[in-house]
């Protein structure tokens, strides 16, 4: 099923044009937006590229999928182009989770970008978060104690690179690494990477250019799917200080530099 006639008229409201401004954007008559919108024709081929780079969506996006639930902030931008990244909401109009079960999340960096993909995972509510969009994602080894092998930690899409801080923990999609959850140290300023630090010292930190991020989802609350035994507390609270201090400490050596 095509929905390029809706999709039409909905990309130009977002766009505050009128049928004769996107036909002056694309270099053709009113009247063939307007045959377009109400589906008395189909775009040719040389149309559908006008549209995919004038709105920098892809076509089978645009051909594929309903965009009329979309607003402007449910796209985001990958190698220049911009693919759909809906707010999933229920039927009181409340924020959806998706959740990347264990299993399907050595496919996610195939399918993260993929509308269909995403549609298919699971979903959860949880009302206190705050605004923006969430996912959960799976958490793997013990690089990150005392987050436990099997958590969940929820994060909240970050779009502008520009609002990473230095000393947060995310969720990283990564070209070359995949998935993974670290702390991070914005060095974009200084060599275009960030450094990805594990709460667990034995994991040595490393160094991904900026430009190999897929996506980033900065913490926002965890879903932990095992009890903590008391031992394990304690060494949690002895990381989490330690941690702490490290980072309070390289803030402290910045300021006198």
């Known amino acids: 099923m095509s929905f390029i006639a809706k999709n039409i008229k909905h990309l130009r409201h977002l766009k505050k044009l009128s049928q004769e401004g996107l036909a002056e954007e694309l270099g053709v008559t009113r009247s ?50 911009r693919v759909l990244f ?39 509510k949880l009302p206190f978060l705050p605004t923006g969009k969430h996912r959960a994602f799976p958490i793997k080894g013990d690089s990150m104690l005392p987050m436990k092998d099997g958590a ?15 000393g947060k923990t995310y969720i990283l999609v990564t070209l070359n690494d995949g998935m993974v959850y670290k702390r991070v140290n914005n060095d974009i300023a200084i060599d275009g990477t960030l450094t990805l630090i594990s709460d667990n010292k034995t994991y040595n930190a490393y160094k991904v250019p900026i430009n190999e991020v897929l ?35 390289k803030a402290l050596e910045k300021t006198m530099r």
């Open 86 to 124: 809906p707010i999933t909401v229920d039927n009181d109009n409340e924020n959806l989770i998706e959740v990347v079960p264990v299993k399907a999340s050595a496919g996610y960096l195939s399918g993260y970008d993929d509308p269909e993909y995403i549609e298919q995972l699971q979903k959860i």
């Open 152 to 166: 969940f930690v929820v994060g909240r899409f970050i779009e502008n690179r520009n609002d990473i801080k230095s």
């Open 215 to 249: 996506e980033l989802w900065e913490f926002t609350c965890s879903i932990n799917t095992q009890e903590y035994s008391e031992e394990e507390l304690k060494i949690s609270s002895i990381i989490n200080m330690f941690s702490g201090l490290g980072v309070e400490l």
């Open 32 to 81: 063939r937006i307007g045959s377009y919108e109400e589906s008395r024709s189909s775009p040719t081929i040389e149309l559908l590229l006008k549209l995919s780079d004038y709105f920098k969506i892809p076509i089978d996006i645009i051909l594929r999928n309903d965009l009329t639930k979309a607003k402007d902030v449910s796209f985001i931008e990958l190698n220049n182009q």
